[in-house]
């Protein structure tokens, strides 16, 4: 069910057997221009490959072309209502273009956004939305909601084929992640186009990464999706954390650094929480290409833990530093996180690739 057509986001492969791509989307004012780019470059660094900029109205339209310029990744202009913004933000350089079926107008209007994204090269995704149907799938919709939701993506596709464009990627998307797995699995059946997945409104950072996980996780491992964003509020270089972490834990994503840790019992004579938080952190600033084990006590240690290329396990004030099960050093629990990171460097690990 992978997406037969590939499309070119700026440089960037989407479809056609094509790496599934993370993206994320900004959430400052777009005309504060300082603002948005240090965000994008953020998200950039964090691991997101393409970035997501809302245009809604002529400031952020104007604002976009420096954007453009200045980007270390390639922009795509979100427009909702105004299709004359989604033809400016092509004109100055948005790498694609995402537009609502349910407001951004209808074939006229449609047209003028494919034929500025034929001069200009862009691609542009169908974005649906059960929050914003046309009206005359309200009703089908309160029966069948996947179902209205592969109905609309699938009458704009055959719209923008019948203009002679074939540049298209399409998502639909649900609060629910229920109904966000049973319509892009019917999409998938329908179209040949890349399909960008994620559950709309998601939620706070806990609950987000969960319904996110679940959503995408099931389709990604069912081979369906080429692009992915996980939408939380706040600050969105979250989303691409999470966004990777889905992908690697699927193996869909080089490694990068892992952290695994016990859920402690009462052998337990360590805080454990606050250190496998602080490896967390030291992993993720290195970033080395690594999987590093923090366990509770001896029995989860080095034992249960002996696939991971680094660890350390907690004792009644020490502990033991060890790599790939055989211990390597016995040290005071306060020395523990530097002594393992003295481990992996006098190793030679190397950073990700990712």
């Known amino acids: 069910m992978a997406a037969r057509e590939r499309v070119m986001v700026g440089g960037v492969p989407v479809g056609g057997g094509a790496p599934v791509v993370v993206q994320s989307m900004t959430n400052t004012h777009t005309d ?34 420096t954007l453009v310029a200045e980007s270390p990744v390639p922009l795509i202009a979100d427009v909702h209502f105004d299709h004359a913004l989604a033809v400016a933000a092509v004109g100055a350089g948005a790498a694609g273009v995402r537009i609502n079926p349910g407001n951004i107008g209808g074939r006229d209007e449609v047209r003028e956004v494919v034929e500025a994204a034929k001069e200009h090269g862009a691609v542009i995704r169908i974005g649906v939305n059960s929050g914003s149907l046309q009206r005359d799938l309200r009703e089908m919709e309160e029966r069948d909601p996947a179902g209205a ?122 805080d454990l929480e606050p250190l496998a938080l602080e490896v967390e952190r030291r992993l993720e600033e290195s970033g080395l ?54 481990a992996i460097a006098s190793r030679g690990a190397a950073p990700s690739e990712q």
């Not at 504060?32 to 002529?58: C, I, K, N, S, Y």
């Open 289 to 342: 290409d690594l999987e590093v084990a923090v366990m509770g006590c001896i029995v989860n240690g080095p034992g249960e833990a002996r696939k991971a290329d680094f660890g350390i396990a907690g004792g009644d004030g020490e502990g033991v530093v060890f790599a790939r099960g055989r211990p390597v050093c016995k040290v005071p629990q306060s020395e523990l996180v530097d002594a393992l990171f003295e």
């Open 32 to 65: 504060d221009v300082e603002a948005t780019l240090g965000q994008v470059r953020a998200l950039a660094t964090a691991g997101a490959q393409l970035v997501r900029v809302a245009v809604p109205d002529a400031a952020g339209a104007k604002a976009f072309g």
């Open 149 to 270: 939701l592969v109905e609309s993506a699938v009458r704009y596709c055959a719209m923008l084929e019948d203009l002679d464009f074939t540049a298209i990627k399409v998502s639909a998307k649900s609060s629910s992640p229920l109904i966000t797995i049973r319509a892009n699995r019917l999409l998938a059946e329908r179209i040949p186009y890349p399909l960008h997945l994620g559950v709309t409104e998601a939620g706070t950072r806990w609950a987000g990464t969960i319904r996110s996980a679940v959503a995408l996780g099931v389709l990604l491992a069912e081979g369906v999706g080429d692009t992915i964003r996980v939408s939380l509020t706040g600050d969105p270089v979250e989303e691409v954390r999470v966004a990777l972490e889905i992908l690697r834990t699927l193996e869909l994503a080089p490694r990068g650094p892992r952290v695994i840790s016990c859920p402690t019992c009462g052998r337990t004579r360590v």
